[in-house]
């Protein structure tokens, strides 16, 4: 723990942390839980989880159905609310509308906690059937293209720091399995300046993505095009790795990003 962090644990609520905790077990795979369930995660007396779940469900932020509860409507208000806060998606909505229109594919914008990419912003052709991801969706970031480039600005000290468990989680005959692997595959795409995969995470998806930096010049989001093929015919490829590119660096501009503009524009 570094001295910031140590600063910071001398004003921690814990009966606040125990509550954003416990609303944090709720996932795509866990939508309905008891309390049983929860104190048992969380191991807590069950007394405690009780009136943590009273409280959170008195505001909102979950809904009881018999003994189980879920995720309740205030939970998804702040989402909507943490989104339209974002200046990365008020000016990233266009440029996803413009490239996806050009292009004929969904288009996509991701950001980065911690292991895991969260979509935030997505536009799909009327022509395109509906993909399973959708805003919010959350991925593993070492297994998805977009991650990679969402992992560029960390050396292999830090990612070894984000990723202490190694092997890494296979999600398909292409995942790196270990920090090393990642490391080699993220510079690659740092060298190129996209990353491309065919069949990368889901065996019938393609997909190009290229960084998107703010005025500091960090990574702060991956602009990707999703292709529904298992190979992009080579003579696609190309413009599609402009196009994409090119909206990346335009986004990246919009957000401030003046250093190193040459090396992304055509």
């Known amino acids: 723990m570094n001295e910031k962090s140590e600063g910071l644990e001398r004003y921690v609520v814990p009966g606040l942390e125990r509550g954003l ?4 077990e709720f996932n795509r795979q866990n939508t309905l839980l ?3 369930d929860l104190a048992k995660r969380l191991d807590l007396p069950r007394t405690t989880v009780f009136r943590l779940l009273a409280t959170l469900e008195s505001m909102g932020f979950v809904t009881r159905y018999g003994n189980e509860y879920r995720l309740g409507m205030a939970v998804l208000r702040l989402g909507f609310e943490y989104l339209a ?3 990365l ?3 990233g909505q266009p440029v996803l509308n413009r490239l996806s229109r050009d292009i004929g594919y969904s288009c996509n914008l991701v950001v980065r906690d911690e292991q895991s990419i969260v979509y935030v912003a997505k536009v799909t052709p009327p022509t395109i059937l509906a993909s399973s991801v959708n805003v919010g969706t959350r991925l593993p970031a070492h297994a998805t293209v977009l991650g990679r480039i969402l992992l560029e600005d960390l050396d292999l000290a830090e990612l070894y720091e984000l990723y202490p468990d190694d092997p890494l989680p296979g999600y398909s005959s292409s995942t790196p399995r270990t920090v090393a692997d990642l490391h080699a595959m993220v510079q690659q795409d740092m060298q190129r300046g996209y990353a491309l995969s065919e069949g990368f995470y889901e065996s019938s998806i ?3 993505a290229a960084p998107v930096r703010d005025g500091s010049g960090k990574v702060v989001a991956a602009l990707g095009a999703t292709i529904p093929s298992d190979h992009i015919d080579e003579q696609q490829l190309q413009p599609l790795v402009v196009k994409v590119r090119s909206n990346a660096a335009e986004l990246s501009r919009l957000l ?3 250093k190193g503009r040459r090396a992304v524009e055509y």
Request: aromatic share 6%; proline share 5%.
């Open 89 to 91: 998606t008020e000016l």
């Open 206 to 208: 393609s997909t190009i």
């Open 256 to 258: 401030g990003y003046t």
């Open 34 to 36: 008891t309390a049983p």
């Open 21 to 24: 905790k416990l609303l944090l």
């Open 85 to 87: 806060s974002l200046e």
